[in-house]
């Protein structure tokens, strides 16, 4: 299996940078990842929300695959503690997808049609996070819910 990780925006803080190349490099021992950036629209002064939300998203399509399970990173989705989350990362190895594909959406969130090609939402907290700390924190929970399908002592219960 796959995971791609689509991302509006680069991350420009050196240190969740270095975060990030971390969880990268860990995660090779586990699955295939790699990671889409959306380049922030530029000349939006004069769009809407709705109007960029509508732009990013036809950016976010673009980069899908028909077969892709789609996973929005989305405060209205499921919660999952860390054990759960790797049972849903094993629910996804078992059911044969070929690639999984999360994604974190601009500052206004998603348009209507990225929510309806969706297969889920997940929210990894109820506390909101900026666009460039999710993108660390999520690998972080990746790597964490692959070290915890393996038995591995990174987890702590």
Known sequence: MQVRLIAVGKTIKKYLLEGEQEY??????????DEVIIPELKK???????????????LILSKL??????????ENGKEYNSVGYSQFLQKQLNSGVK???FVVGGAY????????????????????F????????????????????????????
Do not use: C, W
Not at 26 to 32: D, S
Not at 46 to 57: D, M, P, R, T, V
Not at 65 to 74: G, K, R
């Open 109 to 128: 969130g998603f348009s209507e049609l990225v929510y309806k090609r969706s297969n889920q939402k997940i929210a990894l907290s109820k506390m909101t």
């Open 65 to 74: 695959e028909t077969s892709d399970y789609l996973v929005l990173l989305d």
């Open 44 to 58: 939006v002064k004069n769009l809407s929300e709705a109007e960029i939300k509508e732009k990013e998203g036809e």
């Open 99 to 101: 690639r999984v594909v």
């Open 130 to 157: 900026s666009h460039q700390m999710v993108r660390m924190i999520f690998k972080e929970q990746l790597y964490r819910g692959f070290t915890i399908l393996k038995n591995e002592p990174y987890h702590h219960q």
């Open 24 to 33: 990268e490099k860990r995660l090779k021992h586990y699955i295939r990842f």
